[in-house]
């Protein structure tokens, strides 16, 4: 089962405009071009199907999305790293979302992801790790315990896919979030 199109190797270009995304060690507000950039690398990198359903205001179709990733997961591994930061950011905006289903759908399908970038051999860049950590430590202090729980889970796993040394600034950053739950994860 292909879910990707066949993608030209743009990944440098679209390093780049990561700088549009976030400003390193903050998580900010998505800006509209944000999201229509985001909207348009999932058209181009995603079978119509699965965009359709990753891109839909509906939540219960964003589920059916990411359970069709999921699904294809051990299929597709090295085609979704091609384009890992794209899916990072849908990520984002799905946290940046109010809708707790969808959230605990996202929140089952990245240790699986994250496990699968291990088994790869697969290192998130700085680029990658700059779209989704922020907005994941600014998460640890979610106001749902199961939530939090969750997010605790994935950044000790993470660790494995980026470095520990590395996501400690993330984490550091985490200590002066506006969030008082955000900060004591932090701390933990």
């Known amino acids: 089962m292909v879910m990707l199109q066949s993608m ?81 950011k849908w990520f984002v905006l799905r946290f940046c979302e109010s809708s707790t289903s969808c959230l605990l759908k996202v929140l089952e399908f990245l240790p699986e992801l ?10 998130l860049n700085e680029s990658e790790a700059s779209i989704f950590l922020p907005c994941l430590v600014e998460k640890t202090g979610h106001n749902i315990e199961k939530l939090r729980e969750k997010i605790r889970e994935l950044m000790k796993q993470i660790i494995h896919s980026y470095s520990a040394a590395k996501t400690l600034p993330y984490i550091l950053e985490g200590l002066r979030s506006r969030n008082n739950r955000a900060r004591i994860e932090c701390a933990d």
């Open 8 to 88: 030209e190797s743009d990944l440098f270009l679209r390093m780049k405009e990561r700088e549009l995304w976030f400003c390193r060690f903050k998580f900010e507000e998505l800006r509209l071009e944000q999201i229509q950039d985001l909207e348009n690398d999932l058209m181009k990198f995603f079978r119509e199907d699965l965009h359709r359903r990753l891109l839909s205001t509906d939540f219960k179709k964003q589920v059916d999305g990411i359970e069709m990733l999921q699904r294809a997961l051990p299929t597709i591994a090295k085609d979704l790293i091609e384009v890992i930061d794209v899916l990072l």
């Open 114 to 123: 994250f496990d699968t970038l291990r088994n790869e051999n697969y290192t």
